[in-house]
C-alpha cells in the first residue's frame, strides 16, 4: 500500500505527526470503509500473473532498480504486509524520517542493523553505559564475527572522543553507536561532536555511521537524525507501545540504509508480525499524550526525591546544574526530561531492595515507557550482565534505583515513594542527624 502525500496537508500546510498518527498511510475505501486498518493477518499474497511475481521479487532481491514510480509489491509477509507498511508510514513522522522498518524486539532491531552495517574486522565505539542486553551483543556476540567493540563513556569531551578514534586503526572504525540518555544513569551523548567525528573520519568509501537508540526519550522528545544520525533505533515495546502488551522494534533511516538494513531482515525473519503491528498504530495515536503526562509527573517527583532524606542523588535531565556540559548537550538536543529518573537511596543494594519490596502502587518490574509506573535496580536487574568493576565506572551503583513513571496521579505516586522510604528506616551509615 503506497502512501499518498495529500494526507499529511490541508491548504498546502503540513499536518503535526499527532494528527497524521489517526490516518497516514492508509485510505478506509481500501477496506470497505474501515476507519482502522485491519490485521492482515496473511503469511503470502496472490499474485495477478506469473510476470508480476517475477517484477515483485527482482525489486525485492534488487536483482534490478525499480522504474519511476514502480514500487514492489506483496510478497510475503516475512518481506511486506499492508499492516507493517501502514504502520512504518507513520513511524516516520516524528524523526523526519524518509524510511522505517519494524522489528519483532527492540534487540532484533538493534542486532540486524548492526549486523546489516558491520562486517568483520570493523569496530564499534560505542557509548557506555547502555541496555545490558545491547551491552552483550556489542562486546560478545558482535565478537564471534569478527567485530569489535570499544566503550566511551556518555562525559567525554570531544577531545578525549578525537584521541580515542585516533587510537583505533585507520580503515575499521566503521560506526559509532549511542545510546541518549543512557540507560539507566540518564547521561546524555552529544550527538553533533558524534557526527562531526564520524564525518572527519570517514570517507565515501569507508564511512562511519552514527547509529542512536532513541528509546529513552523516545520521538516525541529527540530526533537524532536531525543533529546527525545516521540510524534511529527504537524498542517499541516501550513509549511506542506504551501499555506493557507487546514487544516490538524498529529501525528508521534513509531509504538507502534501510534497504540494507531491510535485507537483512528479510533474511534473518526478525520482522514484526501483523498483529504487534496493528496494536503499535493504536499506540501511536496517543504516544504524544501519554509521554506528555508522564513527563509531567516524572518533573514533581524528581523534585521531591531530590529534597528527600534519604535520597543521596538524582539522575534526571533537569537536574543537572553540577554539569554545564550536560546541561549544554541537554539544550540542544532535548525537548522534554522526559519520565525516566534514577536515584541513589541512601544506604546500599540492601536498602534499595527494602524500598523496592515495600512498593504497592508502582509495580517493581523492568521495561519502561508503559501507562504504569515500574521500578527495578539496574545493577542486579537490567544490567546484571555487566561486571561490578563496569558497573561502577559506567556510574550504576548498588544503591541506583531507576524509576518510569507512567500516566497515575503523581501524588499518588509519592505517597507510595513515601511510604515505601517509611519502610527503609535509616541506614547505619546515615547519621540520626541528617534526619532532621
Not at 512504518?88 to 532484533?108: Q, V, Y
Amino acid at each position: 500500500m503506497s502512501n499518498t502525500p495529500e494526507h499529511a496537508q490541508i491548504g498546502g500546510k503540513n499536518l503535526r505527526p499527532e494528527s497524521l498518527m489517526m490516518s497516514y498511510g492508509y485510505t478506509p475505501a481500501w477496506s470497505e470503509g474501515a476507519i482502522k486498518p485491519p490485521i492482515f493477518q496473511t503469511s503470502t499474497f496472490v499474485f495477478n500473473s506469473a510476470e508480476e511475481g517475477k517484477a515483485f521479487f527482482e525489486l525485492a532481491y534488487g536483482l534490478r532498480q525499480a522504474a519511476p514510480d514502480e514500487e514492489m509489491g506483496l510478497i510475503y509477509s516475512r518481506l511486506n504486509n499492508p499492516s507493517l507498511e501502514i504502520l512504518e508510514h507513520r513511524l516516520t513522522l516524528w524523526d523526519g524520517a524518509e524510511e522505517a522498518a519494524s522489528f519483532a524486539s527492540g534487540m532484533a532491531a538493534i542486532s540486524t542493523t548492526l549486523l546489516a552495517l558491520l562486517q568483520p574486522g570493523d569496530v564499534v565505539l560505542h557509548s557506555e553505559p547502555v541496555y545490558g542486553g545491547s551491552d552483550f551483543f556489542l562486546k560478545n556476540v558482535l565478537r564471534k564475527f569478527g567485530i569489535e567493540a570499544v566503550g566511551f563513556r556518555p562525559t567525554a569531551t570531544p577531545a578525549e572522543l578525537t584521541a580515542q578514534v585516533a587510537g583505533i586503526e585507520q580503515g575499521r572504525l566503521a560506526m559509532i553507536f549511542v545510546e541518549t540518555p543512557a540507560n539507566p544513569t540518564n547521561h546524555l551523548v552529544d550527538l553533533e561532536a558524534c557526527a562531526a567525528l564520524a564525518r572527519q573520519h570517514g570517507t565515501p568509501e569507508h564511512p562511519i555511521r552514527l547509529v542512536v537508540d532513541n528509546t529513552f526519550l523516545g520521538p516525541v522528545f529527540q530526533h537524532p537524525l536531525k543533529h546527525g544520525a545516521d540510524v534511529v533505533l527504537y524498542s517499541a515495546t516501550k513509549f511506542l507501545g506504551g501499555h506493557s502488551d507487546l514487544i516490538a522494534g524498529a529501525a528508521l533511516a534513509s531509504k538507502p540504509l534501510m534497504k540494507e538494513i531491510k535485507a537483512m531482515r528479510t533474511f534473518m525473519g526478525t520482522m514484526c508480525d501483523p498483529n504487534t503491528g496493528w496494536m503499535l498504530m493504536r499506540s501511536l495515536e496517543t504516544l504524544k499524550l501519554r509521554m506528555e503526562r508522564a513527563a509531567h509527573s516524572a518533573q514533581i517527583i524528581a523534585d521531591w526525591l531530590r529534597e528527600h532524606p534519604l535520597v543521596e542523588r538524582t539522575y534526571y535531565l533537569t537536574h543537572l546544574e553540577h554539569n554545564p556540559a550536560q546541561q549544554d548537550i541537554y539544550r540542544r538536543h532535548c525537548l522534554s526530561p522526559g519520565s525516566m529518573i534514577s536515584f541513589d537511596i541512601r544506604g546500599g543494594e540492601d536498602e534499595a531492595f527494602r524500598f523496592l519490596n515495600a512498593l504497592k502502587l508502582i509495580k517493581l518490574a523492568v521495561s519502561l515507557g508503559g501507562t504504569e509506573s515500574l521500578a527495578e535496580h539496574p545493577g542486579t536487574m537490567t544490567h546484571s550482565d555487566i561486571t561490578l568493576d563496569e558497573q561502577r565506572e559506567m556510574g550504576i551503583t548498588p544503591q541506583m534505583i531507576r524509576l518510569s513513571i507512567g500516566v497515575e496521579d503523581p501524588q499518588d505516586l509519592m505517597l507510595d515513594l513515601g511510604q515505601a522510604f517509611e519502610a527503609v528506616g535509616v541506614p547505619k551509615q546515615v547519621p540520626q542527624l541528617e534526619m532532621a
